[in-house]
């Protein structure tokens, strides 16, 4: 598969989030702007891309009986990486994303990934995969972050776009707007590919 | 007494793990199309949460702190939890057979259920004494069956109702899980 075609399927017609529904649980947390969306999705990046990399190195021998502990005990390690990288370097965001940064031990776009395709493909490919996936998951992050941001608290990372005198709708930095924001987000999705459908036909 | 019972209606109504705090989304949106399913996987829930809090508990205060290794958190609670649940899943063959049927598919799904998880690491980092911690898991379980059971009652009703067709599927199980969240924001401020 030529590298357009596997970010082609990673970003769109397979993507983590809007297509597959994994890794809800950090999407839907943190995306109360599109700042903290990129933040939580190029976390998950690392992770996946590192486990992908040690996985394949290590794919035959690895038993295949203990193989799902073995993979959580590597993405584990990744996580805590992640973990004390980030509160030494940008200890505001770890503030945020709080909770979910250990959490990512349980993305079962992770796992998933490990399981699916790196545990089966050469080291080249499976990095190729968590970079498209990881990246995938980013954009949806980061376009969810940016619809809740500006029509929550009227700014687009960070910087102000709606006139100050006009009200915002707290709602969608909520909890709720979350999930209204999420399944719209998929009405869209469906919509879009049904038009492309129709126009192929 | 008093603050107990607030732990409680806290952890179940107040801060509940689907609506507030977001945990446990996956099998919330995949188990909840029926309500079998879902009464028998929140029933799991309950047990191994219950379970996972005491335990990563003890193992945070008595073997983890003293050892000064707290960065290992991550890892060692999730190979408990993920041990833990193997572990109820042989015992209850064994022991419950019964019990074994209604729960055994629900098992291994909850290894990656990161509830468990976050509420093991929430009770280590807001409770001090074990009891509350005990408590506060059993509770927050509590909170995720009732939003899994309320939600899969509805998706049962929809199964009969025509939704547009972009709409059908998961767009309006989000939708509609976004307005019992809203619902749920009636509980914010009862309890701090």
């Known amino acids: ?201 | 007494m008093n603050e107990i019972f607030l732990l409680i209606v806290g952890a179940i109504f107040v801060n509940n793990v689907v609506f507030t705090k977001f945990l446990g989304i996956c099998p919330y949106m995949g188990v909840s199309r029926k309500l079998d399913t879902a009464l028998g996987m929140s029933m799991a829930v309950v047990f191994v949460m219950t379970l996972a809090g005491s335990i990563t508990y003890i193992i945070q205060k008595y073997v983890l702190i003293p050892l000064d290794i707290t960065y290992l958190q991550t890892i060692a609670f999730i190979l408990v939890i993920a041990s833990l649940v193997q572990f109820v899943e042989i015992v209850m063959k064994k022991v419950a057979p019964a019990l074994f049927k209604a729960l055994g598919i629900f098992l291994p799904l909850i290894t990656t259920n990161c509830a468990i998880l976050g509420v093991a690491i929430l009770a280590t980092q807001k409770l001090d004494t074990f009891v509350y911690a005990v408590i506060f898991s059993f509770a927050s379980a509590l909170g995720f069956g009732l939003a899994l059971v309320i939600f899969s009652g509805i998706r049962e009703a929809l199964e009969n109702r025509e939704v547009p067709k972009v709409f059908a599927g998961s767009p309006i199980a989000l939708i509609i899980a976004g307005i019992l969240a809203m619902a749920f924001m009636g509980f914010s401020g009862m309890v701090k």
Request: proline residues 4%; charged residues 10%; positive net charge.
């Open chain 1, 1 to 201: 598969m030529s590298v357009m075609e596997k970010f082609k399927r990673a970003f769109f017609t397979e993507n983590p989030v809007t297509v597959m529904l994994l890794g809800l649980c950090p999407t839907l947390a943190v995306t109360s702007s599109a700042e903290n969306g990129i933040g939580m999705g190029l976390a998950t990046t690392f992770v996946l891309v590192m486990s992908n990399l040690v996985i394949s190195i290590f794919k035959n021998v690895i038993p295949a009986r203990v193989r799902i502990p073995s993979f959580i005990v590597v993405i584990a390690t990744f996580v805590t990486i992640v973990d004390m990288g980030l509160q030494a370097t940008l200890y505001d965001l770890h503030k945020t994303l709080g909770l979910f940064i250990p959490l990512i031990v349980v993305n079962c776009l992770i796992l998933g990934r490990a399981e699916a395709f790196a545990s089966k493909n050469t080291i080249g490919q499976s990095l190729l995969d968590g970079v498209a996936n990881g990246l995938g998951f980013t954009f949806a992050l980061f376009i969810l972050g940016g619809i809740r941001e500006i029509l929550g608290s009227g700014a687009f990372l960070g910087m102000p776009i709606i006139p100050g005198d006009w009200r915002t709708i707290l709602l969608f930095v909520l909890a709720p707007g979350a999930f209204i924001t999420l399944g719209f987000m998929l009405v869209g999705m469906n919509k879009i590919s049904e038009r492309l459908e129709g126009t192929k036909s």
